[in-house]
């Protein structure tokens, strides 16, 4: 009994690393688009199309690595548009994110077809636990790269956010727009950048579904990650780093499910694969409530006016 | 001496501002829907199919006989009623997605509670009035808990309606794979058949179950409400500037709530016609994708419950010729969300035409040209 607590504990570890992945790179991407003032509810539609144009990619390269670039690329294409038609005035935001979440999977469902059977090349993962000797340690210490990419990028964006003139503008552009026109910048430009750079993570992350975990393309690979991770934004108050802590935690629970099965555990199932959204659900009321988050929300934020 | 007066005492030959308006609300969805259409042409050719065999096919199927209007008209029973679901809570200004969680949860209630009354044999009426009843009761309840929650808790409706829609498809999933489990069921694991005779039949005289006539009654009666009720008014009030509201001393917080009950009960309705007409009984097919062409096409019609009901036909159409389309031109059904996308898209663009349009702006006050 007690060994198979800590097989599961081990189990949660490996996959809190591993599912928490796509989960910081969406929330990365939308930490910045919000930051500037803009939210993107379509990040589902570029998890999606990244997942099965990183594995397209993949399959035809032979690389992966050039299916990770060229999923970014459809998600700077998706987040470019979604950028674009919301500067548009009267457009309604949170509906074109909406929009570009169902455009989004229509594509990568309708040109994935042909790929839900071959196997593409995967991204290799790096074993960090094989001095321990224990199997199942040793297996839940199977990092992939992208992991440590992205908490680069998160303590990147963390100091650059504090300490570059881009930085400052992309925060003012989100606090006060009528400031940063003040000083000559250009709300819609910084806008629509942030939203098309915040649109290639979510791309990266999703290239991560299909070429690491689960490892396939297939139609029911995404299932609200992406919305998910906009909760976990504003969970993590907007900061880079506490995304990635909130990454974890997510990831944590949406490994309870895998972990509990691989000790025999298969009752509830989808109890415990509610996890996340019932995880989710908790933390946005609790965050709705608190006095730190209505504080640090970029001002020209339209979800929490 | 007479002095030559200008001619003040005739009205100005310029339609009113109400036409207007009508008529911009007409032709801005409609200009977005060709322009879709034109980008999905550009779409189809550039991977090789021919736009015209497309088009011609959804006529085809859709409206070129009799059984397929019929069959578009049954296609479109559950799109009408997943539209209503998200136009109403629209009006009262909350983005709410989670029709197709409610749909699926009222599905299953029906199927639920359809169990004891099939085994008692229990009158078939009586057995439909409660199937329905759990069915919209346990919708409403399911969305009226997002808009509880936005009103008295801040949470964004949006992301806490899509977060439902996975936990009530979850719900239903243990259930039926557990406890509520028909062990006839090897394959597809589905709650008892609720049994020919209490499967809802057709209208008489077509092949359109009484599903599509519940729609349109719920159409109208939701039309009526929004818009010649005192309720709908202040509801509209809310959607329109919720501080203003509140200083009016409209009570909010019902209202808003009470209109995301109605929206779960026409989700949850749509649910207990999948169960009670199409399937029998409650499984994974329930999740088919309503709740987000309920979206588009709730968009299109510019949340007007009766401009619903057209729109609705038309995906029902499109739904029906989905399948011909498959066959003939070889495409894979997601064809139909690309499409979806598409207009999805270009529609919500379109909105910031309206106001923009010379042709439907009213002349400005002294122009008698």
Redesign the interface.
């Known amino acids: 009994m007690d060994n198979s607590l800590v097989i599961v504990l081990i189990a949660m570890l490996g996959g809190a690393i591993r599912v928490s992945t796509p989960f910081m790179f969406v929330a990365l991407g939308e930490c910045l688009t919000e930051k500037s003032g803009r939210i993107n ?1 379509g990040l589902e539609g570029n998890l999606v199309l990244g997942a099965m144009v990183a594995y397209a990619v993949s399959f035809h390269t032979g690389n992966p690595w050039f299916g990770v670039l060229a999923a970014g690329g459809s998600g700077i294409i998706l987040g470019a ?1 979604h950028g674009y ?1 919301c500067k ?5 935001d ?3 994110g ?3 979440m ?6 990568a ?2 040109f ?2 042909a790929y839900i059977q071959p196997s593409a090349p995967r991204l290799n993962s790096i074993s960090l636990g094989d001095w321990t000797g224990h199997g199942p340690l040793a297996q839940a210490l199977q990092v992939n790269p992208l992991f440590f990419v992205g908490i680069a990028l998160a303590i990147l964006m963390s100091w650059a956010f504090a300490n570059t003139r881009w930085g400052l503008i992309v925060r003012m552009t989100g606090d006060s727009a009528a400031s940063a026109k003040a000083m000559g910048v250009s709300v819609d430009l910084v806008r629509f950048l942030a939203t098309a750079a915040g649109g290639f993570l979510a791309g990266i992350g999703g290239s991560f579904l299909s070429l690491y975990y689960p490892g396939s393309w297939n139609e029911g690979l995404s ?2 990650q992406g ?2 991770a ?2 976990l934004v ?1 969970f993590a108050r907007w900061d880079p780093i506490r995304c990635i802590w909130a990454a974890l935690l997510f990831g944590a629970a949406g490994a309870i499910g895998p972990s509990l099965q691989s000790v025999g555990i298969t ?5 415990f ?2 996890a996340p ?2 995880l ?2 908790f933390i ?2 609790a965050s ?2 608190s006095k730190g988050a209505a504080r640090e929300a970029p001002g020209e934020l339209s ?1 929490t006016k | 001496m007479t002095i030559a007066s200008p001619d003040i005492g005739a009205a100005p030959r310029t339609p009113n501002v109400r036409t207007l308006k009508l008529a911009e609300a007409f032709f801005v969805p409609v200009a977005a829907l060709i322009v879709s259409a034109l980008l999905f042409s550009l779409f189809l050719l550039v991977i090789g199919k021919s736009p015209i065999d497309f088009f011609s096919l959804v006529w085809v199927g859709g409206f070129g006989s009799s059984f397929s209007i019929q069959q578009s008209l049954q296609r479109s029973a559950p799109l009408i009623l997943a539209a209503l679901a998200f136009a109403i809570p629209a009006r009262i200004g909350l983005t709410m997605i989670g029709a197709e969680g409610a749909l699926v949860l009222g599905g299953f209630a029906a199927a639920a509670i359809a169990i004891p009354l099939v085994t008692g044999g229990a009158p078939v009426p009586l057995a439909w009035l409660l199937m329905a009843g759990a069915a919209m009761l346990t919708g409403g309840l399911w969305i009226g808990l997002a808009g509880w929650l936005r009103h008295y808790r801040g949470v964004n409706e949006t992301i806490s309606s899509l977060l439902l829609s996975y936990i009530a498809i979850a719900i239903m999933n243990f259930f039926v794979e557990g406890a509520l489990r028909d062990p006839a069921s090897a394959n597809k694991p589905s709650t008892m058949p609720i049994g020919d005779a209490y499967r809802i039949g057709a209208i008489p005289g077509t092949s359109v179950h009484w599903g599509f006539a519940a729609g349109i009654v719920l159409a109208v009666l939701l039309y009526i409400l929004m818009s010649r009720t005192t309720f709908g008014f202040a509801a509209r009030m809310t959607g329109g500037n919720v501080r203003a509201a509140q200083a009016q001393g409209l009570p909010v917080g019902f209202l808003v709530v009470t209109c995301c009950i109605i929206a779960g009960a026409c989700a949850g309705l749509a649910g207990f016609f999948e169960v009670a007409v199409i399937h029998g009984q409650a499984n994974a097919s329930l999740v088919a994708g309503y709740g987000f062409t309920g979206i588009l096409i709730a968009f299109l019609a510019r949340h007007n419950p009766l401009a619903i009901v057209p729109v609705a036909i038309l995906f029902g159409a499109i739904a029906a010729a989905g399948g011909l389309i498959q066959r003939r031109m070889g495409m894979p059904d997601a064809t139909v969300l690309v499409l979806q996308g598409i207009i999805f898209v270009v529609l919500l663009a379109s909105d910031t035409l309206y106001g923009r349009l010379k042709f439907f702006q009213p002349p400005a006050l002294g122009d008698r040209t």
């Open positions: 509810l548009l038609i548009l005035p009267k457009v309604n949170i509906a074109v909406i929009a570009i169902s455009f989004g999977t229509g594509l469902f309708f994935g077809k299932s609200g919305l998910m906009v909760a504003i009752q509830g199932y989808y109890f694969n509610a959204y019932i989710t659900l946005m009321i709705a409530r979800i």
